[in-house]
């Protein structure tokens, strides 16, 4: 079976970059069994609301979906199982410090196909407050309403 070179995104998370400040991004392979790997070239992948657990000094991937295969049979897996990401033990160990010292969350942001194998990206996120949501928005607003003002008495002035 040919591998195939380049990269081919299968699902992203953009609701983690509304909901969490990046802090730094990490990417990892992924152990799956069956037909989750057909599964997911068929695009058959939710990450909304997943995150990474660190546990006896192995990473796992908690609450992602990936819908079992149609044409798979009997021995089709729980769509919800924690999966084994496939991280160098040093730097699951900073990971896992960090994640201590500094009250940070590990969120998979990023599912593709690279050479052939699956791989995610996940990130190190501090969460948002939903006050800083709100001063962000009025911010903007603000910006908005100076740059029509402004566009508004350029058009005025020709």
Do not use: W
């Not at 909901?19 to 037909?35: A, H, N, Q, R």
């Not at 699951?92 to 699956?118: A, E, H, M, N, W």
């Not at 948002?128 to 566009?151: C, F, G, L, W």
Request: aromatic share 8%; glycine share 8%.
């Amino acid at each position: 079976m040919p591998i195939h070179k380049g990269i081919k995104i299968i699902a992203e998370n953009r609701k983690a970059f509304h909901d969490y400040f990046i802090e730094d991004k990490y990417e990892c392979g992924i152990c799956l069994s069956g037909t989750e790997v057909k599964s997911l070239r068929a695009g058959k992948v939710n990450m909304k609301d997943s995150y990474v657990t660190i546990k006896e000094g192995e990473a796992f991937l908690v609450g992602v979906h990936i819908s079992p295969y149609e044409m798979g049979n009997r021995f089709n897996l729980d769509p919800e199982r924690s999966r084994k990401l496939l991280l160098h033990k040093k730097e699951i160990i900073r990971l896992f410090s960090t994640i201590k010292q500094d009250g940070l969350t590990l969120v998979p942001t990023k599912c593709y196909f690279k050479d052939g194998r699956v791989e995610f990206v996940i990130v190190l996120a501090r969460g948002r407050k939903n006050y800083v949501e709100r001063d962000t928005e009025a911010k903007k607003q603000a910006q908005r309403d100076i740059d029509r003002a402004m566009k508004g008495n350029l058009k005025g002035n020709r």
